[in-house]
C-alpha cells in the first residue's frame, strides 16, 4: 500500500540535513538539470526544513523522486514499468533501508549501492521543464536589443545629415532629417535640434511646442537632466525673441532648477534688468516727480524725516535723472542716523551732476558721522575745488569748518591719554608716515623752519595745502 510505502521522515531528516544538499544536487549529473527549476528547489528546502511533509509532495512530482532516489543511490532504470508508482515505492523502498541503516549504524546498503547510475527518468522531467518556459521569450531579447541599436544607428545617420544642412542654414531640410531621426528612435536630442532650427528661421511659437514635447517625452524615458535644461533655456531664448520677457525667466529659471550653467544664468540676470528698466521708463514722469520734491520739502520743513523719505523716493522713481532727489533724501537719512545710505545717495547724485556741491558737502557730513575722516578729507578736497569752478568760492567758509572737525576729531586725544601719548599714537598713522617720507614735503617743512612766509605760499597748491592742514591738526606742525 501507499502508506506502507512511504518513507521514514525522521530517517529522511538525516538525508536531508546536510547543509551542502542543494549545492552537491547541482553538481550531480542525474540532478543538475532538475536543479535549474526554481520551484524544484523550493520543494527540497521544505524537505530540508520539515521532512514530515514529504508524503504531500513526494508522488506528485516525479522530479523530486528522482532527488530522493539519486540521494539514496537508487537505479529507477532497474525497476519494471518504471511508472511514478513504482519510482515511488523504490524510493521509499530506499528510504526505509537507509532510515534503518542509519538506526543501527551499519554502511552496508550504502557500500552496495552503484555510484553512478544512469538517470533515465531525468530526459522527460527536462523535456517537461522546457515547455513550462517558452522558448521565444529567451529569444526575444536580443531580437529587440538589435532592433533598438539599427533604430539607434539610423537616428544618428539622420541627425548627422541635418546638421550638416544646419549649419548650412537649409533649416528646413534640416528639420525634415530631425524628425526622421526622432521617428527612427527616440533620443531628446532630435527634438531640441529641430526646436534649434524652428528658432534659427524664426518659427518661435513652433520652436516652444517642440521644446515643451522634449520636456514631456523626456521626463517618460527619465532623460538627462542637462538635455531637458537645454529645452527649457530655448523655450526661453524663443519668449525673448518674442519680447515677452517674463516667460523667458519663468524658462531660465527652470533651465537652471535642472543644470545650472553660467550663460543661462547671465541671460536670467540681463532679462530681469531689462524688466527693471522698462517699469522704470514707464513709470517715468517729471511733473510728478516735482510734485513729490515739493511733498518732501513739506515734510522735511515739519519733521517728518519718514515720510520725506518716502517723498523723495517717489521723486527719485519718477524721474531717476535728477540729483536733486538723491540728495535731499540723503538729508532726511541723515536725520534718522541712516549714514551709510546717505553716503549712497550723494554718491548718487554726484554721479548724476559731478558739480553737485551740496552732495558733496551732505556726504562729508556723513563721513564725519561714521568716522571715515580720510574718506571725508578727500570729498571735500573735491567740494573746494567745485566751489570755486561754479560757486565762486562763496562756500569755502563752510567747507574749511568741516576739514577742520573731520581733522581735529581724527586726532583728538582719546581719554585718559596724555599728550606725549597721543603724538606717538598719531606718529603711527600710516598717512602722517607716508605725508613724512615724501622728500617734496620734507623739504618744504625744511624751509619753514627758516621761513613761515613760505609755508603759506606752498599752501596755495591744493595738495600741499591738505597734506599741511593734516600735519597741523594730527600735532606735527605748530603754530604760534
Request: charged share 30%.
Amino acid at each position: 500500500m501507499l502508506e506502507a510505502s512511504m518513507p521514514n521522515p525522521m530517517g529522511m531528516g538525516k538525508i536531508f540535513s546536510d547543509p551542502m544538499l542543494i549545492t552537491k544536487l547541482k553538481a550531480n549529473p542525474k540532478t543538475a538539470s532538475l536543479m535549474q527549476d526554481p520551484e524544484l528547489v523550493a520543494k527540497v528546502q521544505k524537505l530540508q526544513a520539515n521532512p514530515s511533509s514529504m508524503s504531500q509532495d513526494l508522488f506528485t512530482d516525479p522530479r523530486l523522486m528522482t532527488v530522493v532516489a539519486t540521494l539514496l543511490g537508487i537505479d529507477l532504470s532497474s525497476i519494471p514499468g518504471g511508472g511514478p508508482a513504482a519510482s515511488a515505492a523504490a524510493a521509499a523502498t530506499g528510504a526505509s533501508t537507509a532510515s534503518a541503516s542509519a538506526t543501527s549504524g551499519s554502511t552496508s546498503a550504502s557500500a552496495s549501492a552503484p555510484s553512478d547510475v544512469p538517470m533515465t527518468d531525468a530526459e522527460p522531467v527536462k523535456a517537461e521543464s522546457k515547455k513550462s518556459a517558452p522558448e521565444p521569450e529567451t529569444k526575444s531579447e536580443p531580437e529587440e536589443k538589435d532592433t533598438a541599436a539599427e533604430g539607434k544607428k539610423a537616428a544618428d545617420e539622420f541627425k548627422q545629415q541635418g546638421n550638416a544642412l544646419y549649419k548650412q542654414h537649409k533649416f528646413d531640410e534640416a528639420i525634415e532629417f530631425y524628425n526622421k531621426a526622432w521617428e527612427s528612435h527616440k533620443d531628446v536630442t532630435y527634438l531640441n535640434n529641430r526646436a534649434a532650427a524652428e528658432f534659427e528661421k524664426g518659427d518661435y511659437e513652433t520652436a516652444i511646442k517642440t521644446c515643451l514635447t522634449a520636456v514631456e517625452e523626456g521626463r517618460d524615458m527619465r532623460a538627462d537632466y542637462k538635455l531637458i535644461a537645454k529645452s527649457f533655456s530655448r523655450i526661453g531664448n524663443s519668449y525673448l525673441k518674442l519680447d515677452k520677457l517674463k516667460e523667458a525667466i519663468e524658462y531660465f529659471e527652470k533651465s537652471l532648477t535642472e543644470h545650472r550653467t553660467p550663460d543661462i544664468l547671465n541671460k536670467l540676470r540681463a532679462t530681469e534688468r531689462e524688466i527693471k528698466k522698462r517699469e522704470n521708463e514707464a513709470y517715468f514722469d517729471e511733473d510728478k516727480a516735482e510734485e513729490a520734491r515739493l511733498q518732501g520739502k513739506e515734510y522735511f520743513t515739519k519733521g517728518d524725516w519718514p515720510n520725506a523719505v518716502k517723498a523723495y523716493t517717489e521723486m527719485v522713481k519718477r524721474n531717476p535723472n535728477d540729483a536733486r532727489g538723491y540728495s535731499n533724501r540723503a538729508a532726511a537719512l541723515a536725520k534718522l542716523m541712516s549714514f551709510p545710505d546717505a553716503i549712497r545717495d550723494c554718491d548718487e547724485a554726484i554721479k548724476r551732476d559731478p558739480n553737485f556741491l551740496r552732495a558733496f558737502i551732505r556726504k562729508a557730513n556723513a563721513q564725519i558721522a561714521v568716522k571715515d575722516f580720510k574718506g571725508c578729507l578727500d570729498t571735500l578736497t573735491k567740494a573746494k575745488d567745485v566751489d570755486a569752478k561754479t560757486n565762486g568760492g562763496k562756500s569755502a567758509y563752510e567747507i574749511e569748518q568741516l576739514t577742520s572737525k573731520a581733522l581735529s576729531q581724527r586726532f583728538a586725544p582719546l581719554d585718559g591719554e596724555t599728550q606725549e601719548q597721543t603724538l606717538q599714537r598719531v606718529g603711527q598713522d600710516p598717512e602722517i608716515q607716508e605725508i613724512l617720507s615724501d622728500p617734496v614735503m620734507n623739504s618744504i617743512l625744511q624751509q619753514a623752519q627758516n621761513n613761515p612766509a613760505a609755508l603759506q605760499e606752498h599752501m596755495k597748491n591744493p595738495q600741499v595745502y591738505q597734506k599741511i592742514i593734516t600735519l597741523m591738526a594730527a600735532g606735527i606742525i605748530r603754530t604760534h
